[in-house]
């Protein structure tokens, strides 16, 4: 089974709600280019965000498989943004999973919602654990799926994901992951 991990394509941005804002004129492009990308791997099913972002991408890149949205991939709430780029800038960037932000979710929170996921995702291939799936999601929540697919601890591992980069990771019948594929749109 392959595994096609997305971070959702270019939004409208702020002011618009972080939940709601759709894709932007180029985001719908990418979408386009990103789906060429993911049709030669014909994912029999697609996992997305409940964010209007990600489920556009996902709609214009999935046509064909069956689409599940799960809060679980959902965005991680940041709370105080300059709080945030603050902590980061003074960890030089490096993820701690004990540290949590004014109002928002912890690291901590993130990675125990994605095992969650993932423990989801393992009992609904049980069935059909040939299948390759596609997920879109969030930059943050992307870095942790890597790490967590993996098997690397998150805990001081960081990407930087722009819109429409992806990852292909062949997962064995026991769950042990080879990166086959990296690149952005």
């Known amino acids: 089974m392959k595994v096609i991990v997305c971070r959702h394509t270019e ?3 702020p002011p618009h709600d972080n939940q709601s804002r759709g894709l932007s004129q180029r985001g ?38 069956q689409i ?15 709080e945030i780029g603050q902590k980061l800038k003074n960890n030089r960037g490096y993820i701690s999973l004990h540290e949590t932000y ?5 690291y901590r929170s993130l ?8 423990t989801q995702l393992q009992l609904d291939l049980a069935s059909n654990p040939e299948c390759n799936i596609l997920i879109v999601t969030h930059g943050r929540a992307m870095t942790f799926l890597f790490a967590i697919l993996l098997g690397f601890e998150p805990n001081g591992f960081n990407l930087s994901l722009d ?19 990296f690149h952005q749109i």
Do not use: H
Not at 68 to 82: A, F, I, K
Not at 102 to 106: A, D, I, L, M, R
């Open 28 to 65: 719908k492009e990418q979408a386009k280019l990103l789906k060429k990308v993911i049709d030669k791997y014909l994912p029999a099913k697609t996992y997305s965000s409940t964010f209007q972002r990600a489920i556009e991408t996902t709609t214009i890149i999935s046509e064909q498989s």
């Open 11 to 13: 939004d409208i941005g």
């Open 163 to 181: 819109y429409g980069s992806y990852y292909v990771v062949e997962m064995s019948n026991d769950w042990r992951a080879m990166l086959l594929e």
């Open 102 to 106: 004014n109002c928002g979710e912890s």
């Open 68 to 82: 599940t949205q799960s809060e679980l991939l959902d965005e991680q709430s940041p709370g105080n943004s300059e």
């Open 111 to 118: 990675k125990e919602r994605l095992e969650e996921f993932i």
